[in-house]
């Protein structure tokens, strides 16, 4: 059994920084790849990043450059640093794991 847990969401104004964190219960945490998606209003969830178990990452073309996603195996958490802030950035971040998502974080960018 897994619980995700996300927070640091926030109303920033375009330009701004967030950093988003999901912190793991489990202990198969630092044996898998985690994932950051989001969901903006009356669209469909989008992947964001990844990270392997490794540390290996990758991005959506949308967020490269900008985004960087780490992880703190002896916290089992990971995060997301958002640098650069767009308004189409606004929607719910979720983290995944494997099967189990969080409940979502709000991230709000305001022109």
């Known amino acids: 059994q897994v619980q995700l847990v996300e927070s640091g969401g926030g109303l920033v104004q375009a330009g701004e920084s967030l950093r988003l964190s999901c912190a793991a219960t489990?202990?198969?945490?630092?044996?898998?790849?985690l994932e950051w998606y989001r969901q903006a209003p009356g669209k469909q969830r989008e992947w964001v990043a990844s990270i392997t178990a490794h540390g290996s990452t990758n991005y959506a073309n949308s967020v490269k450059g900008r985004f960087t996603i780490s992880r703190d195996n002896a916290k089992n958490t990971v995060y997301l640093q958002m640098n650069s802030l767009k308004p189409e950035d606004t929607a719910v971040y979720y983290c995944?794991?494997?099967?189990?998502w969080g409940q979502g974080t709000q991230v709000t960018v305001s022109s």
């Open positions: 995944s794991l494997g099967l189990w």
């Open positions: 489990g202990s198969i945490f630092s044996l898998t790849a």
